[in-house]
């Protein structure tokens, strides 16, 4: 099993999408790429502490390669909308890809290169957490009630209800066969 952390707007909206990908085994929310040690939520919102909502999938390269998960990751958010995804603005919503070597550092350049390429965009996607190394920002998991929130609590808030279900839409239109049963 591998691991990958990225960050495309709300987390919730991300977990949702890679928890029906096939290969994919966990998601879990969480905090990545600042400064204050065991930011909470309400910490994050502020926009003050220099953490990304983010998402940490652990995947079988077997079944869906690295560069699947990063291609899936650009397919299936705005990497184009600098701090933001739809209405969340801040810097806690950026589309980030924070490499836990500097092979996933590669390929994720490689995967924004390719995104770039076939849309006639560019994507303000950073890579982030290289220090030189392999060395990334620590990772902090959300609260527990953020956790597989589009399979309970999710299903019945109003935000997620208009934003998650075109974000599964575009997955199963875009990427048929990394979709699970």
Not at 43 to 67: K, M, Q, W, Y
Not at 135 to 147: C, F, L, N, R, T
Not at 152 to 169: H, V, W
């Amino acid at each position: 099993m591998e691991q990958a952390i990225i960050a495309g707007g709300c987390f919730w909206c991300t977990e949702a999408v890679f928890r029906d990908v096939v290969g994919v085994s966990e998601v879990e929310s969480g905090y990545i790429g600042g400064d204050k040690p065991d930011p909470t939520y309400k910490e994050v919102c502020t926009g003050n502490t220099g953490h990304a909502e983010a998402i940490r999938v652990t995947f079988n390269p077997d079944e869906i390669s690295l560069p699947e998960i990063y291609d899936v990751f650009l397919g299936t958010h705005d990497p184009t909308q600098l701090n933001r995804q739809g209405n969340d603005v801040g810097t806690q919503y950026r589309s980030a890809i924070f490499p836990l070597s500097d092979e996933q550092g590669e390929e994720a350049e490689k995967a924004i290169g390719r995104w770039n390429a076939e849309n006639g965009k560019m994507a303000v996607t950073t890579i982030e957490g290289l220090d030189g190394g392999a060395q990334v920002k620590e990772w902090y998991p959300a609260e527990d009630y953020h956790q597989e929130y589009w399979e309970g609590e999710g299903q019945r808030n109003p935000y997620c209800l208009a934003t998650i279900p075109p974000k599964l839409m575009k997955l199963r239109k875009s990427f048929q066969n990394k979709v699970k049963a």
